[in-house]
C-alpha cells in the first residue's frame, strides 16, 4: 500500500492560528468556559435536565438491582464537556451511585473514509481517554460495531444503564436499531440528542422543505434550548475493573481505509484545538464573516467544520460564545448563527426523516421530474471519477476547488455549490453525478461522511431546500451557477494561482 500522503496545510486560515492565540491566553478562554459551567451548577445532579433531549427505548426506566456501572456509548459526539449525552449518563452514574464507562466502538470501515479521517477521529478519541482518566471516569476502545461488541459486553461487566448519542444516518442508526434488540431486556437504553440544539425530533415531527421553515421552528425554541451546561465532573465512584490498554497507532493503522490520503495538517484534532479556532475566529474573522464569507479567497470562515463533525466540539457551546458578540457585529454574528444553527440542523432534519438522503429519490418531485425530463440532454463535457478526483477538467475554478479538498481535506464553504452543480453538469445522469459528489466529498473531506455533506451535494445536485429556476439543459429546473458568475464574486485568478488547477484539454471519456 502507498505511504500516506504529507500532511497538509489550509492555505487561507494556517497563519492566523499561530499569532495571536498565546498558551496563557488559550487557557484563560478555555477556563473561562469552564467557570460558565461552574456557575450553572455544582452537577448535573442539580441541573434540571431537558427531558426533550432524551428517548428512551427500552421498556425498563429503572437500573436493575445488580446495575455496576453506567455506560455512555459514544458515537458521534466524541467530547466530555457539553455533551448532553456524556452528562445524562453521569446523571444516571450519579444518582445509582456507581462507576461510569465511557465505551467507542471502532469499526474498521465505515463509508468512504479514508486513513485521514480515521487519523482525526482516533488521536481526537485519545485526547478523550486522557480526559476521562482525570475525571475518574473509564474509557474503552471497543473492537467492532456497538450492536455486535456492546451486548456482551454489558453483561460481562454488570453495566446497569446505556446512553448513546444521536445520529441520522443510515449506518449508525442501524447499529442503534439492532441494539434495541440485543441488550439484556432489563437495562435501561437511551438516547439523547447532543449533536443539535434543538433536538431533531423536537425541531420537527417531519421532513421540513425549506430553510425559511426551518427557521421558524428553531427560533421558536431556541431561547428554551440555547442555555449553559452544567460540568462533568470528577466521578466519585471508583470501578473494580481497569480498561484494557489502548494502542492507538495500531488503532489507526489498522483500518480498512484509503492510506494515501493522508492526515491534514491545518487542523488538529480535540477539544482544545476546536476551542482555539474558536477564539480565533471569535478575535480575527467573525468581525468579516458577513461580508466576506462567501469569498473563498478570504479567511473569513469559522473553519471549525472537522470539531463539528467529529462531535470534539459542541455547536451550543460556539453559538453561546458567537452570541456574546452580538452587538458588537451582529450582522455577522446573525450570519452565523444562520448557518450554524438553522442550516445544520435542517441536514440533520434532512437525514432523519428522509430514508434517501442520498440518492435522487430523496429530491422533491418537482426535481426529480425535471432531472429525468433531461437526464439524455447533450452534454458539453463528460468526465469520469478518475479524471475528476485527480482535477483534470477543463475548467481551472472547478480543479482548484478539487485540489483544495484533496490537498487541504477541506474545500470552502463558498466554491462548494459550484463544484458540485459542475459534476452535475458534466457526468453523464445525475445518478452518477450524486454518487461521484458523495464519493469525493466522503473520501477527501475530513467534514465529510455528515448530514451537511449529503444535504450539500442533494442540494447542489438536486435542489433541496431550494426553488425551481428557469428551465435549461441538463438541469431543468435545479439552479444553475457558471464561471462567470463566480467571476462576479471574488477573484478567480487568485484562488486558481493559491491551489494550481489547470485548465486540461478536454479528453472525451467515451
Ligand atoms: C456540495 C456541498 C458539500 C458539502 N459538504 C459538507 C460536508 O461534508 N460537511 C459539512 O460540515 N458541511 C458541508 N457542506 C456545507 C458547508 O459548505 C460547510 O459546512 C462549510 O463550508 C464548513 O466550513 P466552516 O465550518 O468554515 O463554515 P462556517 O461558514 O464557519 O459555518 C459554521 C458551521 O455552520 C454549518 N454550516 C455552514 N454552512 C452550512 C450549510 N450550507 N449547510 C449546513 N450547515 C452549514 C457547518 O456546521 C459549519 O461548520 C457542503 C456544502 C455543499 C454545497
Not at 286 to 315: C, M, V
Not at 397 to 404: R, Y
Not at 445 to 473: K, L, Q, W
Request: aromatic residues 12%; contains cysteine.
Amino acid at each position: 500500500m502507498a505511504p500516506p500522503t504529507k500532511k497538509r496545510k489550509l492555505s487561507i486560515a494556517s497563519g492566523s492560528f499561530k499569532n495571536k492565540t498565546t498558551k496563557s491566553s488559550l487557557a484563560d478562554f478555555i477556563n473561562n468556559v469552564q467557570k460558565k459551567r461552574e456557575v450553572t451548577a455544582d452537577s448535573i445532579l442539580d441541573f434540571n435536565f431537558h427531558k426533550k433531549r432524551v428517548r428512551i427505548f427500552s421498556q425498563v426506566q429503572l437500573v436493575p438491582d445488580y446495575c455496576e456501572g453506567i455506560v455512555y456509548w459514544m458515537s458521534r459526539d466524541c467530547r466530555v464537556q457539553d455533551n448532553w449525552a456524556f452528562l445524562f449518563a453521569q446523571k444516571l452514574a450519579l444518582k445509582n451511585q456507581v462507576p461510569l464507562h465511557v465505551c467507542y466502538c471502532l469499526v474498521e470501515k465505515y463509508l468512504d473514509a479514508s486513513l485521514r479521517q480515521f487519523h482525526y477521529l482516533i488521536k481526537g478519541l485519545q485526547k478523550v481517554a486522557a480526559e476521562c482518566k482525570k475525571l475518574n471516569i473509564l474509557f474503552h476502545l471497543l473492537e467492532g460495531s456497538g450492536d455486535n461488541v456492546l451486548p456482551q459486553w454489558i453483561i460481562d461487566h454488570k453495566i446497569g444503564a446505556v446512553v448513546c448519542d444521536f445520529n441520522p444516518l443510515r449506518i449508525p442508526t442501524s447499529w442503534v436499531e439492532n441494539a434495541k434488540n440485543k441488550f439484556s431486556q432489563d437495562v435501561p437504553f437511551i438516547q439523547v440528542d447532543a449533536h443539535n440544539i434543538v433536538p431533531c425530533w423536537v425541531a420537527a415531527d417531519k421532513q421540513v422543505h425549506t430553510i425559511y421553515s426551518m427557521r421558524c421552528k428553531i427560533n421558536s425554541k431556541l431561547e428554551e434550548y440555547l442555555t449553559d451546561f452544567p460540568p462533568v465532573i470528577k466521578h466519585p465512584y471508583t470501578s473494580n475493573f481497569v480498561p484494557e490498554p489502548i494502542d492507538w497507532d495500531r488503532a489507526i493503522e489498522t483500518r480498512e481505509a484509503d492510506k494515501t490520503v493522508g492526515p491534514i495538517e491545518w487542523a488538529n484534532p480535540g477539544y482544545d484545538e476546536a476551542m482555539k479556532t474558536l477564539k480565533s475566529f471569535l478575535e480575527k474573522r467573525l468581525k468579516i464573516y458577513a461580508d466576506k464569507r462567501n469569498d473563498p479567497t478570504e479567511d473569513a470562515l469559522s473553519n471549525l467544520s472537522p470539531w463539528f463533525h467529529f462531535g470534539q466540539i459542541s455547536a451550543q457551546r460556539v453559538a453561546l460564545c458567537v452570541q456574546e458578540y452580538k452587538l458588537q457585529y451582529t450582522e455577522s454574528v446573525n450570519a452565523f448563527l444562520e448557518v450554524a444553527i438553522v442550516r445544520r440542523e435542517l441536514t440533520d432534519n434532512f437525514c432523519f426523516y428522509c430514508e434517501n438522503y442520498d440518492n435522487l429519490k430523496g429530491a422533491d418531485n418537482w426535481a426529480q421530474k425535471t432531472l429525468d425530463k433531461h437526464r439524455n440532454d447533450k452534454r458539453s463535457y463528460i468526465y469520469t471519477l478518475d479524471q475528476l478526483s485527480k482535477a483534470q477538467t477543463h475548467d481551472d475554478l472547478w480543479n482548484s476547488a478539487q485540489l483544495q479538498l484533496v490537498n487541504e481535506g477541506k474545500m470552502h464553504g463558498s466554491i462548494r455549490m459550484y463544484w458540485g452543480k459542475k459534476i452535475l453538469e458534466w457526468t453523464l445522469s445525475p445518478d452518477d453525478a450524486l454518487k461521484y459528489a458523495i464519493y469525493l466529498n466522503d473520501h477527501y473531506s475530513i467534514d465529510g461522511r455528515d448530514p451537511n455533506g449529503y444535504a450539500g451535494c442533494m442540494r447542489s445536485i438536486c435542489g433541496i431546500h431550494d426553488t425551481n429556476f428557469v428551465e435549461r439543459a441538463v438541469f431543468g429546473q435545479v439552479r444553475y451557477m457558471n464561471y462567470n458568475g463566480c467571476k462576479k464574486k471574488f477573484n478567480i485568478d487568485t484562488f486558481v494561482e493559491r491551489y494550481g488547477g489547470k485548465k486540461h484539454k478536454y479528453i472525451s471519456a467515451k
